[in-house]
Structure formats: structure tokens, C-alpha cells
């Protein structure tokens, strides 16, 4: 026996004349827990399809077992014990929880019929070795992303996987839901299944990884025992510099009293109970809580798309009660959603059509749409927001996440909005385009005098960029960690408070 | 699964309202002689409809079965009366190998060219028909051409009984064929791999491969069976009406979906079930029989078919947006 489980030797692997990946090793040894660590594009999700005999690597060797395997296919990886668990989770959610779980073994036995008794038991008996319960007969679809999860771990233990490969595993999760899922994967850890978590959120590598193999631009650019590392040693060597990790705080300027957004006593029958909020120009104020809180329903009443609230809205000392998206729009606000892939954006149009999509009433001659000025307003944008494209026509699904995100920045910025609400800004974002983002936002509050709520739960993000974290919980405001004690620690202790 | 069984009953519930409503109106509908005469009316649309379930679970649809169901009637009546057969059994078989066959062509091109069902089955469709009336014939077989067999068979009651006026009436046995069949698909769809698997690619196609389900397959079995559930069911209509008109079924597709999405199945895939789709077929069936007792003109009805479509996809549309909340 081998002392490692898997180990890819000097791995190459090219697309026609593009090299994904350039003589990666990579050793994942039985029960450990292994982060891979990358930006997008570094040749994460092309090793991640190598190992699960997605794709055959150009060069280099796979072992299992100390055993050189070649010409591995999908079928053949999932027998040596590899499991991927990819981003969307690959689950049905027509289906109920105990199909779910019961399904690859009913197929991997190659059996013809359905014994809805045994299905319950296989369910069960996957479910019991996680040690979480769960309703079995709830559709899939009724989950939430944390329970979908949980699922899908627990499927890929069912599979007889002595190494489950996890994609992003906490990109949806809150807080509690990431330490729920970090105790069950250090229980599958100790009946002996190695993880291998593919993620660029370093802290929360940090927290759980043993080792950590490190990639940027498809070669290998660090490896060793994680404490080895350190937040910045990770990003620095995912991005081949240093980034600033300035915080930014707003000073208050003198005499200029008169706030950018001005909420009181605003209130949905169940949902949102007496909220009362004030933004200055050039303030960042975090919004934080678990899901459901109301957080995000604030912003869609702000937003004009739960007309029925109650309470008093001001933008710069104007009153202002959004019935409509055109409405709130008109008033000066604007809201970049949590989804930007299927909320935000028009994926197969261009760049510059994204950028216009709000404001292009803005840019109208009598019927027709004046070209001259849309090109020049898109052209000076695009190069502002350095969106990394050959140019305004690209389609926008050819951008990675972080430049998607900025081509929704952007657009706001063309309908000359005053407040800026933003939910989850970098949810899915790699470390190099998060910064910039960071930097994009304080630059809209500095020098655009924008007044911006960042809903967030990214802890490090709000600490760095906000001034201020007002807590929600069960749609009240019930904690507000002002600037003087705005850190790391304290936000995590209130944020792990709430039950 | 409670969900589900949830929207059945409410399937049930209204279906019954329905019934007493149209009671009220009309008491005649509670007359056995009415009621045979709706089961009667439920077996060819209820055949295809099973069809069409199994498309739309598996996330499809299929708009070309009634001219399948069209061609494998008067192909095989045509060729029967050609050699003189005599026969039953081989008669249904070649229906039903006929719908298959060209249910088979909506899957090569669905697969093949990863094309919208909606346009193939819509080509396929107008294809079948156009060859049908272009190369085979055009004229109607009336009775006296018919093979009698069929006529005989198709004839066969299990119940007789003679009304107070004297007429006789009957309720055909033909529904027992109808439930024969609704009962297989659901043993099928419910405890067979290969039907869960229909569910899966309609729930997540994508996972579905990954998984390890043959989606080629389950593509062809769908399109294939809806094909030929609606050969079989074509020949049957024929017998039972004592003719075959090549012209048959026109604009009877919208009336099988509306029946199947009455019936609780999801336009979007993934969810449907037999039992829903049973009652969603005597829904439709008995408010178009309403109708015509009522004496509504036949172009009003197709108003209330479409009606019935948009209502049943809203509220399934609706029910399923409430489950993700």
C-alpha cells in the first residue's frame, strides 16, 4: 500500500495551443484534508475533471494506490473511490431527499425496479453516517443550499468514496452553516475519507485544511503543511503580488448634515419590523445577518419591488416611495442583486448592452438612441472599471465572475444612482478581483460621493470596506458595531450570537 | 412525495366541485347512460395523454403524436383491407410499431441536433401528415369498408343495460384497456430504474448523466413510447368510431396537454404522475361533454380548452414557485 491515495505526477494538459495546466504534482494522502487554492482561471476546475476522469491529461502520470492508471474514464475514477462534488451539486430536486441518496447505489447495482422500503434505508443509513437528520420525503429543491449540500456529501460517502473532492463548497453558505459543514467533514475525515476542497476563500481553508497545494495560471506555485502559511502568504502566492489590505473608513465631513439616504420606521407585515437607517455620501455601511433575516427584503422595499411598506424613504432630503424598479431608479437608487448571473445581467449580450440596460433612456434622441454618445459613455466606463475583455462587445458570459461583477457596477454607475445597494458584491469572486472591487466601491464613495449598504457575510470584506455593520435578525436591526470596535473578532462573536 | 399527493387531491377535490356543479345545472350528467358515454370519451384521449406525460416529465413535449396516431390508423386499415387480414391482435401490433417508429424520429432529431422538442415534434408532425394524405390517400373508410373485426372487437361492452326509453347502452370495455395501460405506466414510472430515470432527466438533465443514467436512452423510450401509446391508440379510435379518416386527430394535441397539465404534470419537467393525469383526462373530457350537452357552438370549446391550459400551467407554474419559497 502506497502511502498515498492519490498522486498526480508532473501533470500537463493543453487545449490545442492553450496550456491549462504545466507539470502539476499534486499527492493527497488517505483521511487527509487538502486544500487546493487558486484564482479562476489558474487550472483548478481542469485538475478537478482530470481526477474525476473527466478529461485525460497531455502529460505526466496518475497514481491510486501507488498504481500508475491511465486512460481513466468518469465510471472508473468513481470505482477507485473519487468523488466530485461540483458546485451545483449534481442533485434532482424533482426528487426527494432519500432518491437522492439512494439513487447511485440503486444504479451502481445495476438494478431494473424500485424498493421504495430499501431506498429509505439506504437514505437513512447515509444520513446516519454524517450523523445529521433530515426529512427524507422533502423535495430536494425545498432545501436550502446548506441542506442541498449535506445531500450531496452524503451521497458521495454512500458511493464508498475514499476521497471526495469538493468544488467551492462554501461560496452560499453563512457562517453557522460553514462550521456546520466543517464538523461533518472532519467526521467523514475520521472514518478515513480524504477531502480535497477546491475553493479561493483562504481563511476558511486555513481553518480546516491540513496541506494546501496552491495554483496560478496552471503551474504549481506553493505546496506544504498549512502552517506553512498565512492569509497573505496564500494571496500572495494565488496572485503574484501583494494586495492592500487597507481598511477604509469614512470621516465625517462637517456641516454637511443633510444624509443620502434617510430610511424611517420602514415596515413589511412580516417581514420587516421598524428599520431605521441613515447613509452619508461616500459612507459604506455593512448589512449582515443569517439568511432570512430580512436583510434582503430591505433592500428589494428600498428598491421598489415591495411596494407595500410602511415609514418614510428620503434620498438626499427628498421623500420617496418606490412603487416600481423605475421608480426607485429615477430617485437615485440602485441595486446590484445577490445572483448577478441570473438576477443581473443578459448573459449572451454584450458588455455594452449590460452597461446600458438601466440608463438607456438617458441616451435617447427623440425615437432613435444616440450611438455616438452610448460608445463614448461605454468605452470610458469599460476602461474605468478595467473589465478584462477585448473589448465593449464581447458577450458578457465569456467574462469570469469578477468582471461580470464590474460590468453590473458599471451600469449603475451609467443611471448617475446616488445610494448603492449591493448584496453579497464578491460572492464567487476570486482574491485578485475581489480587491479590485473593494477598491471600485471606495472609489464610488470617495470620489463619486455615493452613499453604499454592502449586504454581506463576508466578514473580512465588511471590516475592511464598512464603516459601520448594522446586524439584522428576524427583520429588525439589532446590533450596530460602529467604527471604534469594527473588527474581525468582535463581528464574528455578534454574528455567531444570533440564533 | 406529500406535496405531490397533495396537488392529486386537489386534482380530486375540484374534479368533484366540477361534478356537482354540472349536476346541478344539468341532472342528466348523473345518468349511467351519460356517465358510460363520458368513460367512453376518456379511452383515446387518456391513451394518448399517457403518452404525453411521460414526454413532459422527462422535460419534452410532443405536439406530433395525433399525426402518428393518424398515420398508423389509416396505414394499417389501408393495408389490412389491401390483403384482407382478419385479424385483431397483429393489427394493434403494427399500430403501435408504427407510432414507435416515428416516435423514434422525434428522438434521433431531439438527441442528435439537441433541438426544442416544441419545433421537431411541430416538423415531425407536419411532415407525417402531409405524406400521410400526400402518398397514401386522402379518402375516408367508411363502415362498410372497415374490417369488421375491429368494429366487433371495439364493440365489446362490459356492462349492457337497456334505458327506460328502450334504447340500449353500454359501457365499453375499451376503458379496461385505458386503465390496463394507465396501471402499467405508473408501476413503470414509479418503481422501475428506467422510470425514474425519465424523472431525472426531466429534474436535471445534466446530473442525470453524471450519475450514471443512460440519457440516450431514456430520450428514445420516451418519444418512442408517447409514439406509440398514440399509434395504438389511433387504430382504437378508429375501430370505436366505425371509420378511418385520414384528417383525424387535427387539434386534438392541445387537448391531451391540456388534459395532462390539468392533471398536475409540470410543462417545465420532472413532475407529473398517472393518477393526475387520470383525472385530469376526465376533467377535460367531461366540461368539453358539458359543453356540448349545454349546446355551446364547437369553436367556443376550443376557448375553453385553451382556457383550461393557460389556468392549469398558471396554477402548476404557481405551485411550484410557492415550494421553492
Known amino acids: 500500500m502506497s502511502e498515498h491515495l492519490l498522486e498526480l505526477k508532473n501533470i500537463g494538459k493543453r487545449f490545442g495551443g492553450l496550456v491549462a495546466l504545466d507539470a502539476v504534482s499534486l499527492a493527497i494522502k488517505p483521511g487527509e484534508i487538502h486544500c487546493l487554492a487558486g484564482e479562476n482561471g489558474s487550472g483548478k476546475s481542469t485538475i ?159 481553518e480546516i485544511s491540513e496541506r494546501l497545494t496552491v495554483l496560478r495560471n496552471g503551474k504549481k506555485v506553493a505546496e506544504g503543511p498549512i502552517g506553512d502559511f498565512d492569509e497573505p502568504a ?138 455616438s454618445k452610448t460608445a463614448k459613455a461605454t468605452t470610458s466606463m469599460f476602461g474605468a472599471m478595467q473589465i478584462a475583455a477585448p473589448g465593449p462587445y464581447t458577450p458578457v458570459n465569456h467574462l469570469s465572475g469578477g468582471n461580470q461583477q464590474r460590468v453590473v457596477l458599471a451600469r449603475w454607475l451609467l443611471t448617475g444612482a446616488r445610494v448603492l445597494i449591493l448584496n453579497g458584491p464578491t460572492v464567487g469572486v476570486d482574491v485578485g478581483s475581489k480587491a479590485q472591487i473593494h477598491r471600485k466601491i471606495r472609489e464610488l464613495a470617495t470620489q463619486d460621493g455615493l452613499a453604499v449598504l454592502m449586504i454581506s457575510d463576508d466578514v473580512p470584506e465588511l471590516v475592511q470596506n464598512c464603516n459601520r455593520v448594522i446586524i439584522m435578525h428576524r427583520g429588525r436591526f439589532v446590533d450596530e458595531i460602529g467604527p471604534d470596535v469594527l473588527d474581525e473578532d468582535t463581528l464574528n462573536d455578534r454574528l455567531k450570537a444570533l440564533k | 412525495m406529500t406535496l405531490f399527493r397533495r396537488s392529486e387531491f386537489i386534482i380530486a377535490c375540484i374534479l368533484f366541485a366540477a361534478m356537482i356543479i354540472i349536476g346541478l345545472i344539468n341532472p342528466a350528467f348523473w345518468s349511467l347512460d351519460n356517465l358510460f358515454g363520458l368513460l367512453r370519451s376518456n379511452v383515446i384521449i387518456g391513451i394518448m395523454a399517457l403518452g404525453v406525460l411521460v414526454v413532459m416529465i422527462s422535460g419534452g413535449i410532443d405536439v406530433s403524436f395525433t399525426a402518428f396516431a393518424a398515420a398508423a390508423m389509416y396505414l394499417t386499415i389501408k393495408l389490412m383491407i389491401y390483403i384482407g387480414y382478419e385479424g385483431v391482435f397483429l393489427p394493434f401490433v403494427a399500430a403501435t410499431l408504427i407510432g414507435l417508429f416515428l416516435g423514434a424520429f422525434n428522438a434521433f432529431f431531439i438527441h442528435t441536433f439537441r433541438m426544442i422538442p416544441l419545433i421537431v415534434t411541430l416538423g415531425t408532425g407536419s411532415v407525417v401528415r402531409g405524406l400521410l394524405l400526400g402518398l397514401v390517400g386522402t379518402s375516408v373508410i367508411n363502415i362498410d369498408k372497415m374490417p369488421q373485426q375491429l368494429i366487433a372487437f371495439a364493440k365489446t361492452d362490459l356492462v349492457s343495460l337497456t334505458s327506460a326509453t328502450g334504447t340500449n347502452f353500454g359501457l365499453t370495455a375499451m376503458i379496461l384497456i385505458y386503465l390496463g395501460l394507465a396501471l402499467a405506466t405508473h408501476l413503470f414510472l414509479r418503481h422501475t430504474m428506467a422510470g425514474r430515470s425519465i424523472f431525472a432527466l426531466g429534474g436535471a438533465p445534466e446530473a442525470a448523466s453524471r450519475v450514471g443514467f443512460n440519457t440516450r436512452r431514456t430520450l428514445f423510450f420516451v418519444y418512442c413510447f408517447a409514439g406509440a401509446l398514440a399509434g395504438f391508440a389511433g387504430l382504437l379510435h378508429g375501430s370505436m368510431i366505425w371509420l378511418a379518416n385520414p384528417r383525424d386527430f387535427a387539434g386534438l394535441e392541445l387537448d391531451v396537454i391540456a388534459a395532462v397539465v390539468l392533471g398536475g404534470a409540470s410543462i417545465f419537467g420532472g413532475r407529473g404522475s398517472v393518477i393526475g393525469t387520470l383525472l385530469g383526462v376526465f376533467m377535460l373530457v367531461m366540461v368539453k361533454n358539458s359543453l356540448i350537452i349545454m349546446k355551446v357552438d364547437t369553436t367556443w370549446q376550443r376557448v375553453v380548452v385553451g382556457l383550461i391550459i393557460i389556468v392549469a400551467t398558471a396554477l402548476t407554474a404557481w405551485r411550484d414557485r410557492k415550494k421553492l419559497v
Open chain 1, 48 to 206: 478537478i475533471k482530470i481526477m474525476a476522469g473527466v478529461y485525460q491529461p497531455s502529460d505526466g502520470e496518475i497514481l491510486i494506490d501507488g498504481k500508475p492508471v491511465s486512460g481513466m474514464t468518469p465510471a472508473q475514477s468513481v470505482q477507485h473511490g473519487i468523488q466530485v462534488i461540483y458546485q451545483d451539486f449534481s442533485l434532482f430536486g424533482n426528487l426527494t431527499v432519500a432518491e437522492n441518496l439512494a439513487l447511485n447505489t440503486l444504479l451502481l447495482e445495476g438494478k431494473r425496479t424500485v424498493n421504495w422500503r430499501r431506498v429509505r434505508e439506504l437514505a437513512e443509513k447515509a444520513l446516519a453516517r454524517l450523523g445529521v437528520t433530515m426529512d427524507l420525503d422533502a423535495d430536494v429543491e425545498t432545501l436550502p443550499t446548506s441542506g442541498k449540500q449535506i445531500v450531496a456529501i452524503a451521497r458521495a460517502v454512500m458511493a464508498d468514496a475514499r476521497l471526495i473532492i469538493m468544488d467551492e463548497p462554501t461560496t452560499a453558505l453563512t457562517r453557522h452553516e460553514v462550521d456546520a459543514l466543517f464538523r461533518i467533514v472532519r467526521d467523514i475525515q475520521a472514518q478515513g475519507i480524504a477531502v480535497l476542497f477546491v475553493s479561493h476563500k483562504m481563511r476558511e481553508m486555513l
Open chain 1, 234 to 371: 496564500i494571496t500572495r502566492a494565488m496572485t503574484g503580488h501583494d494586495l492592500t489590505d487597507q481598511v477604509y473608513r469614512w470621516q465625517p465631513t462637517k456641516g454637511d448634515t443633510l444624509p443620502r439616504l434617510d430610511v424611517r420606521n420602514l415596515s413589511i407585515a412580516g417581514s420587516l419590523d421598524d428599520i431605521n437607517l441613515t447613509l452619508h455620501a461616500g459612507e459604506i455601511v455593512g448589512l449582515s445577518g443569517l439568511i432570512g433575516s430580512g436583510r434582503t427584503e430591505l433592500a428589494l422595499a428600498l428598491f421598489g419591488m415591495h411596494p407595500k411598506f410602511t415609514g418614510t424613504v428620503k434620498v438626499d432630503g427628498t421623500g420617496v416611495h418606490p412603487r416600481t424598479v423605475q421608480e426607485a431608479i429615477a430617485s437615485g437608487l440602485a441595486y446590484v442583486p445577490e445572483d448577478r448571473l441570473t438576477e443581473g445581467l443578459f448573459l449572451t449580450q454584450s458588455i455594452e448592452r449590460n452597461m446600458l440596460a438601466t440608463s438607456i433612456d438617458n441616451f435617447v434622441r427623440g425615437l432613435f438612441i444616440d450611438r
